[in-house]
C-alpha cells in the first residue's frame, strides 16, 4: 500500500489526530490522522464506503469520534460550546433539505443564526452578509421564489448562499455537485475556487470525481477502507499506480491540456468479438487489406447472388 506522505507543513486549524469513526459496531474510519491546510482547496476521494462523508461529518461535529479527536486551534471541537463551532465552520451535507415553501431568502437567512442573540435577532450586519452571499452565488433574483421551484443548480447555490451567509471560515461540502448535469458540476466548483481565491475561506470537499477533484484542489487526500492512503498537491496524488491501488482502475494519467493537472483516462473499454476471431481494428484508423482489389474494376464476388445488381457506377451506359 502507498506510505501517507509526510504531515502538511501548513499551518492548520482543523486537524484529526488517530480519529477512529463508527456507526454502532461498525468501524469506518481507522486512527485517522488528518490536518486541512489553511486557506486552500482540500478534496477528499475514494471509492464508494471507504469513509470520505463519515471523515466530514466528523469534521463538523455531526458524528463523535469513537477514538481520537478532531481539534479546531488546538481544542477538542467535542468540547466546545456548539455557537462557537457554528461560527467557526460552515457545514453543507450531501443532501440537504429545506423547510416546506421556504423562499430563497428565508433560507439564505438561517445562516445567520449562530450569530444572532435573543435581544438582536437581526442586525445591519446580518443584512449585509446575506446580501453578499446571495450576489456571490447569484441568487439574488430568486428570493422571493419558492426553493422548491429552482433546478437542482439553482438550489446547490442557493445552500451554498446560506453556508457563506454563516461568515464561517472554515467550509465543508459533501459532494456538492451529486445529482447535476455536468454544467451545473462546473458552475458549483468554479464558484467553491471563486470562494476560496476572493475570502482566503478553507474548504474542504468530498467529491467522486477524480478528475474535477485533481483540477479544483490544492490539497488532495486519498481514502481506502477507511484509512488514509496518500496526500498531497494532485501532481503527487493521482498517478496511475495509485489509482490502481485505491479504485482498482487500469489507466493512463496524462496533463490535462486546460489546466495541466493530471486527468485520469480509463483503459480500453469492454468490446464483443465474434465466436473465434479475434475483435476487429476499432475506429476509423484500421488499415485496410492492400492486398484485396478495390474500386470498380474489381471482379464481382462468384458467390454473390446471380439476380444481384451491380452498382450504379458498373452498369453499361447507352
Request: aromatic share 2%; proline share 9%; hydrophobic share 40%.
Amino acid at each position: 500500500m502507498t506510505a501517507p506522505a509526510p504531515a502538511t507543513t501548513a499551518a492548520a486549524r482543523l486537524t484529526a489526530s488517530e480519529l477512529t469513526l463508527a456507526y454502532e459496531d461498525r468501524t469506518v474510519v481507522h486512527e485517522l490522522d488528518l490536518a486541512i491546510p489553511d486557506g486552500e482547496v482540500t478534496v477528499i476521494v475514494g471509492p464508494n464506503a471507504c469513509g470520505k462523508s463519515t471523515t466530514l461529518r466528523a469534521l463538523g461535529r455531526l458524528l463523535k469520534p469513537k477514538g481520537g479527536s478532531v481539534l479546531l486551534d488546538g481544542e477538542a471541537l467535542a468540547k466546545l460550546p456548539t455557537r462557537r463551532v457554528a461560527q467557526q465552520i460552515g457545514l453543507l451535507p450531501q443532501t440537504p433539505v429545506a423547510p416546506e415553501a421556504i423562499t430563497v431568502g428565508d433560507l439564505v437567512a438561517r445562516g445567520r443564526q449562530p450569530h444572532q442573540r435573543w435581544w438582536q435577532q437581526w442586525s445591519d450586519a446580518d443584512e449585509t452578509a446575506v446580501t453578499e452571499a446571495m450576489a456571490r452565488t447569484d441568487v439574488a433574483e430568486l428570493a422571493e421564489r419558492s426553493v422548491d421551484e429552482l433546478s437542482g443548480g439553482q438550489r446547490q447555490r442557493v445552500w451554498i448562499a446560506m453556508a457563506l451567509a454563516q461568515e464561517t471560515e472554515l467550509l465543508l461540502l459533501d459532494e456538492p455537485t451529486t445529482y447535476l448535469d455536468i454544467s451545473h458540476q462546473v458552475e458549483v466548483l468554479d464558484l467553491v475556487r471563486q470562494l476560496n481565491h476572493d475570502r482566503g475561506r478553507t474548504v474542504v470537499v468530498v467529491l467522486h470525481d477524480l478528475n474535477q477533484a485533481a483540477r479544483y484542489a490544492d490539497h488532495l487526500v486519498a481514502m481506502k477502507a477507511g484509512r488514509l492512503v496518500a496526500r498531497g498537491t494532485p501532481a503527487e496524488v493521482v498517478t496511475e499506480e495509485l489509482v490502481r491501488e485505491v479504485f482498482g482502475l487500469d489507466c493512463v494519467v496524462i496533463p490535462d491540456p486546460v489546466t495541466g493537472s493530471p486527468l485520469v483516462v480509463p483503459g480500453t473499454p469492454w468490446q464483443p468479438s465474434a465466436p473465434g476471431k479475434s475483435a476487429p481494428p476499432a475506429g476509423p484508423s484500421a488499415p485496410a487489406d492492400s492486398s484485396a482489389p478495390t474500386g470498380p474494376s474489381a471482379p464481382a464476388d462468384a458467390s454473390a447472388p446471380a439476380d444481384k445488381k451491380p452498382p450504379l457506377d458498373e452498369r453499361p451506359t447507352s
